[in-house]
């Protein structure tokens, strides 16, 4: 329904704007009403280490961002006796009596009586197993939830062990037709935070095809590391624990570890929050939940490292943001004591005129300079607003610096690089001046197409050189390649033979020998002398041999391949083509970050010199 002419004219009399209105009457901006929210089960240990109290307190705050759909029990790390569904009661119970005091911030929070349905106690029995008379409420209501008539999939936020979706999954399996059970476990979406029974292993094993992120050791993030001051004991007290209502006195001042703010099981749900800032189907892209890279078994996905100050650090991808994720705890546990006037809200931050939250797709050319543009965000409370446009480098695929400019404006320009191809992640924030200060995020992807790599006869590249880095002269795909003693050549790294690591993919056994023979090290530098002077396309082969690294290509000193993870051990990836100009006879390759192990090199010679090397 459009609004009144009168009320429009009146809010703009007062400075308004309409999103301001629609908070103020009903609780939610248009964004929030016209967006589907992500389907959510919570499986929680909770009765054992402390922090799953702390969670439950946040996560009953942000109801109203997920249709819930489930509150299950189970075992996790140090609590594998009996299950603590009372203690999920006791939370929504006081969630209950600051009900009214929440719906009128958000009308959209769910009720009382909703969420106390939703209590399904797990499995009090083998904790690490599955099978026959091995059901519970919590499994047979998990069935029931994927099998609704829903296209959307289920979020599983995985605070302790995941039995009770294994024993689903089981049950389906021995219960209904392959083309069935594929179906069932299409739906089914899991953030899990470490992984804390054995049936992980089991679904892994025999379901690879189910979507997994694993947080092994990334979930820290949330406390560690970072700024201490606003997960203290102190900021606990005064922000949470006391004068919020009956909810803050149910967070625990302490848990395992650590005095204060812990929630080490909050990513798990903080990943699928729908803020604009990301798309949880894209776990490389990265958000408050954490960043997340391919593992190379099936669907599933572990973590990946953010640079802190250049370095690789795994804890950053999450405490990065610990400022804007512990100013909304701050303001909503404000919103069970005080009313609209009283507290912050976050802004609506519109991005390119487009209102939604959704992440923005845009191709770009080389070259090319790109409007950004915050016009049109506005507050809910009519704080006023400051803009800050940044790149995530990590997240993306393009190398090479990208530079914008007039970043901290509503509207900023940014140049994609002359030599770029792959994806530039766009992140804006708008921060309102309210107390605390929120931020409203959008993220924009734009897609420099792919370089055109045509090999001989079809094409101009001709091979030029190969080097099996560590090991003797060899054939591959029909092409000489020299021993890594050849002339011309040189590579610091150590040199390691590991024939027990089965590539992955497979490999004949010409590559065979010459992945798993390798030189390796974190500032590795490979390089090439007395080459005709010319335009070349650079291949790498990196092989991992144990466990996975995040490390960056440099040609000449010019970034080539940013953030690249190697997988788990067996993995290996030919990376390029990276095009570059010989003039002085010389070509260094250099590596940062995390091991490089470099297996081989090839070099293609562009050969047609009155054309030009293009893009598609």
Known sequence: ?????????????????????LVLLFGFTAADAAEPKPRLVVMTDIGGDPDDEQSIVRFLLYACDFDVEGLCTGFGHGHYQVTHPELIRKAVDAYGQVLPQLRRHREDFPSHEELIGLIKDGHNGDP?????????????????????????????????GPRELAQAIWKVQTTRSAEQLAAFKGKIRVHSIADQDRTAGWVK??????????????????????????????WLDRNVRTGH????????????????????????????????????????????????????????YIPAQDLRDGTPDLLYTIHRWRAAYQNELEARMDWCV????????????????????????????PGEVVKLSADGSTDPDGNRMRYHWWIYNEAGTCPGEVSITDADTAEAMLSV?????????????????GTPPLTAYRRVILTAPPIKFVAAPAGPWVFQRGVN?????????????????????????????????????????????????????????????ELPTGTYAVFVHIFEDNNPETLSFAIDGRLVQRGYTSGNAGQWRRLGPWITRVADGSLDLTSQGGAANL????????????AQVTQE
């Open 469 to 529: 880095v560590n090991g003797r002269p060899v054939e591959i795909d029909g092409r000489r390649w020299e021993g890594g003693d050849a002339a011309g050549f040189a590579c610091n790294g150590k040199a390691l033979a590991t024939p027990d690591v089965e590539p992955r993919p497979p490999a004949d056994p010409a590559e065979f020998s010459m992945l798993t023979s390798f030189r390796y090290d974190r500032n590795l530098e490979a390089r090439f002398g």
């Open 338 to 365: 005080h009313n609209m006037r009283k507290a912050n809200h976050v802004p609506v931050a519109v991005c390119n005129g487009n209102t939604s939250r959704r992440v923005l797709l845009q191709d770009v050319r």
């Open 205 to 234: 094993e025999n379901h690879p095809d189910v979507f997994w992120i694993y947080s092994k050791d990334q979930f820290r993030g949330i406390w560690k590391e970072g700024d201490q001051v606003i997960v203290s004991p102190e």
């Open 128 to 160: 690490h197993s599955v099978g026959p008379g091995m059901d519970s409420e919590a499994s047979d209501w998990i069935i029931h939830v994927l099998d609704r008539d829903d296209p959307r999939p289920v979020w599983f936020s995985i605070w302790g």
């Open 245 to 300: 209502g009956p909810l803050g006195p149910l967070y625990p001042e302490k848990a395992a570890g650590k005095v204060g703010v812990k929630e080490g099981d909050t990513p798990s749900f903080f990943y699928v929050l729908p803020d604009g800032l990301s798309d949880p189907e894209h776990p490389e892209w990265g958000n408050w939940g954490g960043r997340f890279q391919p593992s190379g078994h099936g669907r599933e």
């Open 599 to 610: 297996a081989g090199i090839e070099l293609w010679k562009f050969t047609e010199p009155s």
């Open 417 to 433: 690089p002359p030599q770029a191809t792959g994806q530039i992640h766009v992140i804006l924030e708008t921060t309102d001046d």
């Open 1 to 21: 329904m459009k609004p009144f002419p009168s009320i429009r004219w009146s809010l703009q009399a007062l400075g308004l704007a309409w999103p301001s209105l």
